[in-house]
């Protein structure tokens, strides 16, 4: 009996064995469309060789948790400035006070002193005259006696033209060499003619910028020089706007070794020669 189901088991071997395995197709294949939602690829996982650094601490300190997250310690952790002694703010609270007491013209960047009314001989004199010590932390020597509307026009020419043009050469501008300020006068100290408007305390001439280098660029020896002469006609022309009349070492005789900045207008704009 036994062999007889055994002979069996193994007839039915055999014949499995000579019809193959059999196969199952997909049901895609077979024209079949199966129930849900369709079917979409999705990316498979890879690992992100960038991201391995600091992996060896604790996640929570990690700045790299799902690439875009950081860490809610990272802040906590960081370093903060260090607080000013009181000294240096003291200091610092001081030199404004003193800059604010200095100021005139109402502009803290204007300093000096305010003298009032100067009076002169016949039509000459100033109203409200200041006598100015720096102008936009550039100092000027000797300090000239001129208007507000003048020393406003001054430091803007300080800080558009003068600055600008020296840039960082010698260290920077650091004074202003002053040569005539207010004086009772007639244009170019003629002994008859109409009076300059230095006699009413609008008109400065510059005839030196010193740099914190101790050098000069002077307008007599550096205008017609490669690098200075360059810097001294950019000053030049800085002037016509902020100054109704500009006069350089081109202008006439009078003036080649100084500049005339005054604030006298005209209708048909800045005069500048």
Same mark, same amino acid.
């Given at each position: 009996m036994i062999r007889h189901a055994l002979l069996l088991l193994a007839l039915a071997g055999s014949a499995a064995q000579a019809e193959g395995p059999t196969t199952q197709t997909r049901?895609?294949?077979? !024209? @079949?469309?199966?129930? $849900?939602?369709? =079917?979409?690829?999705?990316?498979?996982p890879y690992n992100r060789l960038e991201l391995q650094h600091g992996i060896v601490t604790r996640p929570l300190f990690r700045a790299e948790q799902n690439l875009f997250a950081f860490s809610p310690n990272s802040v906590a952790q960081s370093l903060?400035? %260090?607080?000013?002694?009181?000294?240096? @703010?003291?200091?610092?609270?001081?030199?404004?006070?003193?800059? =604010?007491r200095g100021q005139i013209c109402g502009d803290p960047n204007i300093q000096g002193e305010a003298i009032g009314r100067v009076r002169g001989a016949g039509a000459c004199g100033v109203d409200s005259a200041v006598r100015v010590k720096s102008v936009a932390g550039v100092r000027l020597s000797p300090q000239p006696t001129i208007d507000c509307? %003048?020393?406003?026009? =001054?430091?803007?020419?300080?800080?558009? $033209?003068a600055k600008p043009a020296v840039g960082?050469?010698?260290?920077?501008?650091?004074?202003?060499?002053? /040569?005539?300020?207010?004086?009772?006068?007639?244009?170019?100290?003629?002994?008859?003619?109409?009076?300059?408007?230095?006699?009413? !305390?609008?008109? /400065?001439?510059?005839?030196?910028?010193? =740099?914190?280098? !101790?050098?000069?660029? %002077? /307008?007599?020896? $550096?205008?017609?020089?490669?690098g200075d002469g360059q810097r001294l006609r950019q000053m030049w022309q800085a002037a016509c706007g902020p100054f109704g009349t500009v006069l350089g070492p081109n202008a006439n005789r009078f003036h080649r070794d100084h500049f005339h900045f005054d604030t006298a207008r005209y209708r048909s704009g800045s005069y500048c020669r």
């Amino acid at each position: 009996m036994i062999r007889h189901a055994l002979l069996l088991l193994a007839l039915a071997g055999s014949a499995a064995q000579a019809e193959g395995p059999t196969t199952q197709t997909r049901p895609l294949a077979r !024209g @079949e469309v199966p129930e $849900g939602p369709p =079917l979409r690829p999705t990316a498979r996982p890879y690992n992100r060789l960038e991201l391995q650094h600091g992996i060896v601490t604790r996640p929570l300190f990690r700045a790299e948790q799902n690439l875009f997250a950081f860490s809610p310690n990272s802040v906590a952790q960081s370093l903060r400035p %260090t607080k000013r002694p009181m000294a240096i @703010e003291r200091a610092a609270q001081e030199a404004r006070a003193a800059r =604010l007491r200095g100021q005139i013209c109402g502009d803290p960047n204007i300093q000096g002193e305010a003298i009032g009314r100067v009076r002169g001989a016949g039509a000459c004199g100033v109203d409200s005259a200041v006598r100015v010590k720096s102008v936009a932390g550039v100092r000027l020597s000797p300090q000239p006696t001129i208007d507000c509307k %003048t020393a406003l026009a =001054l430091k803007k020419w300080v800080v558009n $033209g003068a600055k600008p043009a020296v840039g960082g050469e010698g260290g920077g501008v650091s004074s202003l060499r002053i /040569v005539s300020h207010y004086a009772c006068r007639n244009r170019n100290a003629a002994s008859t003619g109409r009076l300059s408007e230095h006699a009413f !305390g609008h008109a /400065v001439d510059i005839a030196g910028i010193k =740099l914190a280098s !101790g050098r000069e660029i %002077t /307008v007599l020896q $550096g205008w017609n020089m490669k690098g200075d002469g360059q810097r001294l006609r950019q000053m030049w022309q800085a002037a016509c706007g902020p100054f109704g009349t500009v006069l350089g070492p081109n202008a006439n005789r009078f003036h080649r070794d100084h500049f005339h900045f005054d604030t006298a207008r005209y209708r048909s704009g800045s005069y500048c020669r």
